[in-house]
T-cell receptor, first 113, second 113 residues
Framework: GDSVTQMEGPVTLSEEAFLTINCTYT??????LFWYVQYPGEGLQLLLK?????DKGSNKGFEATYRKETTSFHLEKGSVQVSDSAVYFC????????????FGSGTQLTVLP | DTAVSQTPKYLVTQMGNDKSIKCEQN?????MYWYKQDSKKFLKIMFS???????INETVPNRFSPKSPDKAHLNLHINSLELGDSAVYFC????????????FGSGTRLTVV
């Protein structure tokens, strides 16, 4: 079945540091890939997405590139802010599934001033 | 505002009680979902409805019963609540055939005491 593996957290960084959160996946066909963010006490918000190989999703300074050869979709940001502190979820929807969004386990990010 | 809204936001109840969580979306989506998020932030799909028909029913105790009176609503009824049901429950919606991901509600934190 489909699965998403995310780097274990928690991750603690200083403000303006470079962020990478690793994500790899297993899926049939050509899945669509997503990063969601959950701020404290809130629901999940779509951060960015990519629907085919070599697509780059980007939003709010975050980027992730769909790498089919390595089945990866790593999240990066060049300079994090305190306001980026949240839980980040990598997710996928397989092309052949009943559109079930399958999540990774989430990575807690804390950015210190 | 266009959104997925769920009520109540917080629900504290005693073991053995029956409770319902309501969800409504005004995005015109044809598919709605319930997810459960445990204390470690892990998200697992419970149910999915497409045009009022159940299409995903993961391994969930039959004390949980979804009800979809129309495409815009998907309510979750829980009978005989147990301590282990304590979690955050998220409603979400999407449009089939479109890879924009899901739109999530802000969650209902259920605490069973």
């Amino acid at each position: 079945g489909d699965s998403v593996t995310q780097m274990e957290g928690p991750v603690t960084l200083s403000e303006e540091a470079f962020l990478t959160i690793n994500c790899t996946y297993t899926a049939t066909g050509y899945p669509s890939l997503f990063w969601y963010v959950q701020y404290p006490g809130e629901g999940l918000q779509l951060l960015l997405k990519a629907t085919k190989a070599d697509d780059k999703g980007s939003n709010k300074g975050f980027e992730a590139t769909y790498r089919k050869e390595t089945t990866s979709f790593h999240l990066e940001k060049g300079s994090v802010q305190v306001s980026d502190s949240a839980v980040y979820f990598c997710a996928l929807i397989s092309s052949g599934s009943a559109r079930q969004l399958t999540f990774g386990s989430g990575t807690q990010l804390t950015v210190l001033p | 505002d266009t959104a997925v809204s769920q009520t109540p936001k917080y629900l504290v109840t005693q073991m053995g009680n029956d409770k319902s969580i309501k969800c409504e979306q005004n995005l015109g989506h044809d598919t709605m979902y319930w997810y459960k998020q445990d204390s470690k932030k892990f998200l697992k799909i419970m149910f999915s409805y497409n045009n009022k028909e159940l299409i995903i029913n993961e391994t969930v105790p039959n004390r949980f019963s979804p009800k979809s009176p129309d495409k815009a609503h998907l309510n979750l009824h829980i009978n005989s609540l147990e301590l282990g049901d304590s979690a955050v429950y998220f409603c979400a919606s999407s449009q089939s055939g479109v890879n924009y991901g899901y739109t999530f509600g802000s969650g209902t934190r259920l605490t069973v005491v």
